[in-house]
Every structure is written in structure tokens, then in C-alpha cells.
């Protein structure tokens, strides 16, 4: 078939995706030798269409070189955006402006081409165990602000900071996972904030992607050792969910069992950030006065009915279902710093707080029972 046709990329499409890496790279010269006489709209489409479904295929290399790199090759060769402001990286590559047709396939190349190192990075160091590895993601996380800070005012490309903030949770998880939170709280605060900016993101179809990105921001803060300030968070974000809830409200349309569900989730996971420090603090010995100290004996109150202990009756203030109580028994147990299930006591040398470690051990223990 004749190249002009375009029948020649379709096959190409097919093919390039059963060769190795050196193969492919032979067949991508010979691409690129027709890529003149192809109108250039449709040769950037299946480039980085490609480019994709190297991605699926985890070819990272072979997609970054040959696909989003080679696309990107058209801008300036030498720009560094992790030392450019957003108008330099406008005017580096938007030139034309977000109205050109071509604005799309840009803001495709530049996301792959951070994904690509992103995992290229993984493959070679898994558990970013190199000093060099934990700064190349923040490289990676930098350039996908940069790109999220173009789009933001622009209210039709809406896609790419829902897709940006997919990127940015994904990398600051990876970084949590290894004991690097402070790095990744940051960003992650950023793409909370995203959510909140761009109107079209404002909607309840995405209040639980929403809610997933707030939950990380308090788990940050929590890793940090900053609980005061995971628990403000959680009850801002609980203000704009419930912001959110009122505009709907007074909206023509009806809320609707799905969209109750959706509030309903988020809600508790807001609340279970707020539970983590607040069943701590609410028991902890106010230095100001003295009180008498009254202790449950917890081995005769597991005879009791629930709810049994100041933690349960806190529990049952807080949530209306097992599994949303089980799930907060676990989140305030849970601690990055240290081992919950330890052999020896929770080391700390106030009464209060260690009566608390056990109620909620034997509020989770009557929970999984229960259910």
C-alpha cells in the first residue's frame, strides 16, 4: 500500500509490537523516513499510540527512546524543567498556544515520558534504595507539577490533571512505602489541591478519588510525626466534602443512592484520619489540674455488652457500621515508625495512651467476632 495512504503506520502499528528492542529500533528508522509524507497530525497519533501500547507491554525503554522521546524531539533539545518556570515551559512547548492542534498530543508526550522513567527508575532499583533513585522521582514529580500548573487555568484540559494527580499519588505512594513521606507530601498536597481547583473535577463522580488523594496527605502527616497537623487536614477536607454535599443539595437534580454512597465513603475515610489522633488525645492527662485516675479493668469489661470502654463509645460516636470501626481500629494502630505488633508494650510512658492501645486491640478483636 502506498505510505501516503497511511496504510503503511497500520501495519507498522502491529508489527512494531513483536520485534526486541534493536529490531524495533531498525523499523523505527525506517518509519521515520516516511514520516514526511505523512500528514504530520496522524503520524504524531500513531507515534505515540505506540508509544502506549509499548507502555502496556512494560517496553518503558523502547517507548520513551522511540515514541515520546522522538516526538519531543521538535522542542528545545536543552530545556530543563526542573529549573524553568511556568512560563518558560509554555513558551519551550506551547508556542502556538493550548488552542493548537497539536497542544494534546504535547501534553500525552510529555506525561508518557515521565511514566517511562518513572518505572525505568523502579526497574533498576525497586525499593529506591539509592539516594539517586529517590531524587529522580522527585525530578519525575516536579515536571508533572510543571505540566498541571500549565493546564490548570485551562478549564477543557481537565484530563490532564485528573491524570496528573493519578501519576503524582502513584509516586509519592511508592516514596511513603519506603520511609520518604516528607518528600512526598508536598506534592501530594498539590494534587489535593488540584482536585479542589479545577471546576470540572468538582463533581461527585470524582469525590472518592478525591478523598483517596486527602487520606495520603493525612497518612503523610501521620509518618511525619505531625498528627495535629493530619488531623486539621482531615477535617478541612471533611469542610469541602460537605461543601460539595450542599452545593448538589441545592441543585435542581436529586441526590441518588450512588452518589450517597460516594459521600457516605469519603466521609469515613476523612473520619477515620480524624479518629487516629483524636482517641489518643481525648484520653490524654491534662497536666493543668489534677484528676483521680479511673482504669477499666479490661480482662471483666470484655464480659460486658458494647460498648465496653471510652474507645468503643467513641467508636460507636463516630461510625455507624463494623467495618468502617474495624477500619479505624486498625488505622490508629497503624504507625510507619514502629512495629504494631510488638511482643513488649507500647513504649511511651503515659498510662492513658497504652489503656488506649489495648481497648482498641479488644474493640478489634470484638469487631472481627461480631461480623
Given at each position: 500500500r502506498a505510505p501516503c495512504s497511511g496504510g503503511f503506520l497500520a501495519d507498522f502499528e502491529d508489527i512494531i509490537l513483536f520485534y526486541d528492542f534493536y529490531s524495533a529500533t531498525s523499523?523505527?528508522?525506517i518509519w521515520t523516513k516516511y514520516a514526511p509524507r505523512l500528514p504530520a497530525d496522524y503520524y504524531n497519533?500513531?507515534?505515540?499510540?505506540?508509544?502506549?501500547?509499548?507502555?502496556?507491554m512494560k517496553e518503558y525503554k523502547l517507548a520513551l527512546l522511540q515514541c515520546y522521546g522522538r516526538y519531543l524531539q521538535q522542542f528545545t533539545i536543552n530545556f530543563d524543567e526542573n529549573k524553568a518556570d511556568v512560563n518558560q515551559f509554555k513558551t519551550a512547548f506551547f508556542p502556538k498556544g493550548f488552542g493548537d492542534k497539536n497542544a494534546a498530543h504535547t501534553f500525552h508526550a510529555l506525561s508518557g515520558k515521565n511514566i517511562c522513567h518513572y518505572e525505568l527508575v523502579c526497574d533498576s532499583d525497586v525499593n529506591l534504595q539509592n539516594k539517586d533513585s529517590v531524587t529522580q522521582c522527585l525530578h519525575i514529580l516536579s515536571s508533572l507539577r510543571l505540566i498541571m500548573q500549565?493546564?490548570?487555568?485551562?478549564?477543557?484540559l481537565c484530563w490532564i490533571i485528573f491524570n496528573g494527580t493519578i501519576y503524582i499519588y502513584t509516586i509519592c505512594r511508592k516514596l511513603m512505602i519506603v520511609g520518604q513521606s516528607s518528600k512526598a507530601l508536598e506534592y501530594l498536597l498539590w494534587a489535593s489541591t488540584c482536585m479542589e481547583f479545577s471546576v470540572p473535577?468538582?463533581?461527585?463522580?470524582?469525590?472518592?478519588?478525591?478523598?483517596?488523594?486527602?487520606?495520603?496527605?493525612?497518612?503523610?502527616?501521620?509518618?511525619?510525626?505531625?498528627?495535629?497537623h493530619g488531623e486539621a487536614f482531615a477535617r478541612r477536607a471533611l469542610a469541602k466534602i460537605d461543601e460539595l454535599r450542599q452545593l448538589e443539595l441545592m441543585s435542581s437534580s436529586q441526590s441518588q443512592e450512588e452518589s450517597r454512597r460516594h459521600y457516605r465513603e469519603a466521609t469515613i475515610k476523612m473520619a477515620v484520619m480524624i479518629f487516629k489522633r483524636g482517641v489518643f488525645e481525648s484520653r490524654r492527662k491534662n497536666k493543668s489540674f489534677f484528676r483521680p485516675?479511673?482504669?477499666?479493668?479490661?480482662?471483666?469489661?470484655?464480659t460486658l455488652p458494647w460498648p465496653r470502654t471510652v474507645t468503643e463509645r467513641l467508636l460507636d460516636e463516630m461510625f455507624d457500621s463494623t467495618a468502617s470501626r474495624f477500619l479505624a481500629v486498625l488505622e490508629a494502630l497503624s504507625d510507619s515508625n514502629r512495629r504494631t505488633l510488638q511482643t513488649g508494650p507500647i513504649v511511651t510512658d503515659e498510662v492513658e495512651i497504652r489503656d488506649v492501645v489495648s481497648e482498641l486491640f479488644m474493640a478489634g478483636k470484638e469487631l472481627l467476632i461480631s461480623k
Open positions: 523499523l523505527f528508522n497519533e500513531k507515534l505515540l499510540k505506540v508509544g502506549d501500547s509499548l507502555c502496556e500549565v493546564a490548570l487555568p485551562q478549564e477543557h473535577l468538582l463533581s461527585v463522580r470524582y469525590l472518592t478519588w478525591r478523598a483517596t488523594l486527602y487520606t495520603a496527605v493525612c497518612q503523610c502527616y501521620y509518618d511525619c510525626q505531625a498528627g495535629i485516675k479511673i482504669r477499666v479493668n479490661l480482662r471483666e469489661a470484655q
